[in-house]
Structures are given as structure tokens and as C-alpha cells.
């Protein structure tokens, strides 16, 4: 069942309930949580490991429209360097800022009404927030260190380790044959 299609669950860690903030434009409320992490939040070969925690700090501000929600989350990335294959471990911190549209406060137009987050009942989810702004957030390709040498091509010898690794320059095959000749040591 998609995000957007589910009924929310007060329940979730990371579903807030706006109830106290109410519906007059200016009035504003700080949240702090530790949420568990939902699961495939990253690309191949970095992400955020299912069920670890995510701190917010969130600032929730009744607008006109809706409740725009602004603040940070704190998260964990554990992934692999795409040239040596050495295991990461990180922290991110990122930004973000969405306005919850109230129900029925539609004013955008039908291009962007996939962009629109809604507010269900009082009810918002963080989640496809969290996900686009850590998603975005990543590394395309995460690197060690940026100097990773990464692994020989020829024997997966990591060179990072062994920087002056070599082996002897390959035979071109069409030359191959002349190897068998005998050797004349004159």
C-alpha cells in the first residue's frame, strides 16, 4: 500500500498529532523526538539502517494553509565505499521544511497536487519528508577518504593498503604465441 494511501497511526513515532497547536494562524510549538528509522531510507550502497534512531528538532507553525513544519533529523548512515568496498559509518544532519496543507485548503494547481502534503485530520507524517531530504542528502558515491586508491582490478588487492601493488605488464595475445620460440642467447 503506498505512503500517501495508508491511513496514518497516531501511534507511529513518526506521525505527529498538531491537535494542541490548533488552527489560528500564528501560533507555533517546538517538538523533539527520537524516531525509529523506516526501513529502505537510503540507495545501494549507503543509507539509514532500519530501526535506528532519528532525532528531530522540529518547529510547527499554523499558517493560514496549513502547519508548516520546519527543523533537522539527526541520522545514522551505514554503507560501503564504492571504490575499496570498506564499510562505513556516518552521521547526517539535514534540513527541511514542508507545509501540511489543512483538508480541503487545496489551492495549487492539479501539476503539483503530488507535491501537496495533507494533514489527515490533525494528524502528519514525517516519513516522506525524512525520506526525500535524506535520500537527497546522500553521497552518490560514498567514498572512505577522498583519496581512495580503491581495489586492483587484476586480484582485488586493496591499494589503499598497498600502494606500490603491481603485477607484470600482461602479454598482448596476438604475441602471445612468440613466447613458445626458443631463445637464442648469442
Request: proline share 8%.
Amino acid at each position: 500500500m503506498d505512503a500517501a494511501a495508508r491511513p496514518l497511526d497516531a501511534r507511529s513515532d513518526l506521525v505527529i498529532d498538531t491537535y494542541e497547536l490548533g488552527r489560528g494562524a500564528g501560533r507555533s510549538m517546538l517538538v523533539r523526538r527520537t524516531a525509529e528509522a523506516p526501513a529502505d531510507l537510503g540507495i545501494e550502497v549507503i543509507g539509514v539502517p532500519q530501526g535506528s534512531p532519528v532525532e528531530f528538532d522540529l518547529r510547527l507553525e499554523s499558517v493560514v494553509e496549513g502547519v508548516l513544519v520546519t527543523g533537522t533529523a539527526e541520522v545514522r548512515l551505514a554503507g560501503q565505499c564504492v571504490r575499496c568496498l570498506v564499510e562505513l559509518t556516518d552521521t547526517s544532519v539535514v534540513d527541511f521544511q514542508e507545509l501540511y496543507v489543512y483538508p480541503g485548503n487545496e489551492a495549487g494547481d492539479a501539476e503539483t497536487e503530488d507535491e501537496i502534503r495533507h494533514l489527515e485530520g490533525d494528524l502528519l507524517d514525517l516519513e516522506p519528508v525524512l525520506r526525500d531530504s535524506v535520500v537527497l542528502d546522500l553521497p552518490f558515491q560514498p567514498l572512505c577518504r577522498p583519496d581512495c586508491l580503491g581495489l586492483c582490478p587484476d586480484c582485488g588487492a586493496d591499494l589503499n593498503e598497498d600502494p606500490e601493488h603491481e603485477h607484470d605488464a600482461p602479454i598482448d595475445p596476438r604475441w602471445a604465441g612468440l613466447g613458445s620460440w626458443p631463445h637464442d642467447e648469442a
